[in-house]
């Protein structure tokens, strides 16, 4: 199995609202991330966890917060959006250091901010 | 920070054609991978590939790290091979591994 879950696929959310968006991979990775997509844009790296730790974070406004329950799931917790922040937000999963570290996709959230 | 180049940026195909993608990357990498991104916004995984040469049906790729570029083969192409398809590096750094990724290359395959 290769398959990292994510939900919901689609959010629409004002500026002064608090979501989430979830993460579940069952394939025994303990690196997550989180991505953030622009329209006709690469992926962007936003997070790193490892072994539940955020270990990498580029410079990320403190409006998304991550956060690693357990080995499986993964968190972004958004608050006092703004429009500009409207993108696909994509998770992956991968082995740590050491393993084959091919990192695997979920289907992403396509998040709108009005 | 690593720079990754991919081409050419636009693509387009009558069924059938073969073509070659390409990635450059800028500095030593400890993996690549290559995707391809449905309309829908998935990121499929095409290959893994380090080094060296892999083949999937109609795909494959090569990997020359050490000259540090990558390419894609496409052969007898579909509708269906339409949409974007990057190329994204790996590098391991003291606090955990990254992805980078190309500005992807844009491939319309016409019936």
């Known amino acids: 199995d290769t398959e990292v879950t994510q939900t919901p696929k689609h959010l629409v959310m004002g500026m002064t609202n608090k979501k989430s968006l979830k993460c579940e991979q069952h394939m025994g990775h303990r690196a997550m991330y989180w991505y953030k997509q622009k329209a006709k844009k690469p992926p962007e790296l936003m997070f790193v966890?490892?072994?539940?730790?955020?270990?990498i974070n580029e410079s990320v406004p403190s409006r998304f917060s991550p956060e690693c329950p357990n080995s499986s799931l993964l968190n972004l917790h958004l608050h006092a959006l703004q429009p500009e922040d409207s993108a696909l937000y994509l998770c992956?999963?991968?082995?740590?250091?050491?393993?084959?570290?091919?990192?695997?996709f979920g289907q992403g959230t396509r998040l709108t901010v009005v | 920070g690593i720079q990754v180049e991919q081409s050419p940026p636009d693509l387009i195909l009558q069924e059938g054609a073969n073509s070659t993608l390409r990635c450059n990357f800028s500095?030593?990498?400890?993996?690549l991978q290559w995707f391809h991104q449905n309309p829908w916004g998935q990121l499929i995984n095409l290959f893994y590939?380090?080094?060296g040469t892999k083949q999937n049906g109609r795909l494959s790729a090569t990997t020359v790290a050490t000259e540090r570029y990558s390419l894609l083969y496409i052969s007898s192409s579909q509708t269906t091979d339409s949409g974007v398809y990057f190329c994204?590096?790996?590098?391991?750094?003291?606090?955990?591994?990254?992805?980078?990724f190309g500005e992807g290359t844009q491939l319309t395959v016409n019936p």
């Open positions: 966890y490892s072994y539940e730790k955020l270990s």
């Open positions: 994204a590096v790996e590098r391991e750094e003291t606090s955990g591994s990254r992805l980078t």
């Open positions: 500095d030593s990498v400890n993996n």
């Open positions: 992956a999963s991968s082995h740590h250091r050491g393993w084959s570290t091919e990192a695997f």
């Open positions: 590939i380090p080094s």
